[in-house]
């Protein structure tokens, strides 16, 4: 990771630039999301590169079966609570359905307002060729933009269904499209790993794999995934790094257990 400091070092904040370099150095970038001030406190603290607000957050978070219905508003909420807990870590904010693609206009004024008022450091736009002049605009208005392609959820309509991207040339059209706009980096989602290896080996920018094999440059996961908070959907690609889900529901057995026994609160958490 580019971030961990040795011991008595203090971590440095990672930038756009910085980020973009990390594939010149042979460095893997480790993103994650997150959407409040807690988990932006514990996954910096835990040295990841990025974080992203997501726009997952309408499943996660919202309890919606899908990302489409996530506002501007939303993200931005969202952005300005995990930027309170970022000390170190780039983020990232998404721009959810419809914020950037009914015109330049109002993805520069949208995206602006994620970076003025939410404090990210950086946008992501889904979509490869069809996103190319919004992101220049973007990258224009001096906004940084990290792509999506692949699995892009805000075209599930049209794909009808959260499905493998198999198109190897389209895919490689638009990950060139993406890098020529100016973008920063880009996340591949769900796209086998042979033709995501590809992909990055065509690109000059880091790719951040999601379902994308082990070539890309880079990793991210949906926080409520990888701790196994998030139980509705479970995709062959999310490992279970812990299950916290579980965890709570026993923990908070043991809290109702105890106070309907009288066992909780003891003199100890009690005012004199
Ligand atoms: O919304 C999100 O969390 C994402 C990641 C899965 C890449 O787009």
Known sequence: MVNIPSPGQK??????PEFAAAKGRGQRLVMVTAYDYTQARLVDEAGVDG????????????????????????VLYHTRCVARGLKQALLVADMPFLTYQVSIEQAVL??????KEGGAHAVKVEGGVRSREVIAALVRA????????????QSLRRLGGFRVQRAK???LQDAQAVAEAGAFALVIECVPGEIA??????VPIPTIGIGAGAACDGQILVLHDLLGLYTDLRPRFVKRYAELGQQIVNALRTYAEEVRQGLFPTAEHEFR
């Open 142 to 153: 001096d906004i940084p933009v990290m792509g999506h392609i692949g699995l892009t959820p």
């Open 169 to 171: 040339e389209q895919l």
């Open 11 to 16: 971590p440095r904040a990672m930038t756009v």
């Open 110 to 115: 949208n995206a602006g307002r994620l970076i």
């Open 51 to 74: 974080v992203l607000v997501g726009d997952s957050l309408g499943m996660v978070v919202q309890g919606m079966p899908d990302v489409l219905g996530v506002t501007l508003e939303d």
């Open 197 to 202: 290896s590809a992909i990055t080996a065509s």
